[in-house]
């Protein structure tokens, strides 16, 4: 959902590897995504994020499902990649192998002084600080 940026306190962003958990159908992203919906914040999804979900996931029909419904759920904010935040986002790239998605979830996560939701924390431990880093398992306990 998106909503005006002045309104919204991003307390945590997905990046790719959080989202394709989700689009699996496991359990972390939803219960965190509902946790920070009721304290009234919101759980950011970086629009170069959702373009790399929809790309690991195809042709899966449930998955795609899944993806196509998170930006509608409460609480949920879509942020978009504009011209202002390209070059601040692009400082990124080099120390992420290039990663775009990565990158602008990073950024996000730093910006908004945010948790980085990831299934993958060693890949962003020398930029992000470890007490922003919440790890997303990569399937159900």
Excluded: F
Excluded at 36 to 47: M, S
Excluded at 58 to 79: D, I, N, S
Aim: charge should be negative; charged fraction near 15%; proline fraction near 6%.
């Amino acid at each position: 959902m998106t909503t005006p940026a002045a309104a919204v306190e991003v307390r945590a962003v997905l990046d790719a590897t959080a989202l394709l958990s989700h689009a699996r159908g496991h359990v972390h992203v939803g219960e965190l995504l509902v946790e920070i919906a009721e304290e009234g914040a919101y759980t950011a999804l970086p629009t170069t994020v959702l373009t790399r979900g929809y790309a690991q996931v195809h042709p899966e029909r449930v998955g795609l499902a899944r993806l196509g419904l998170l930006p509608t759920v409460p609480g949920v904010h879509v942020l978009g990649l504009d011209v202002a935040q390209a070059p601040r986002v692009a400082r990124y790239l080099g120390l992420l192998g290039g990663d775009l998605a990565r990158a602008h979830a990073v950024w996000a996560a730093l910006n908004h002084d945010a948790y980085l939701l990831t299934s993958e924390p060693d890949a962003v431990a020398a930029i992000v600080p470890a007490d922003q880093i919440h790890y997303i398992p990569t399937g159900d306990s």
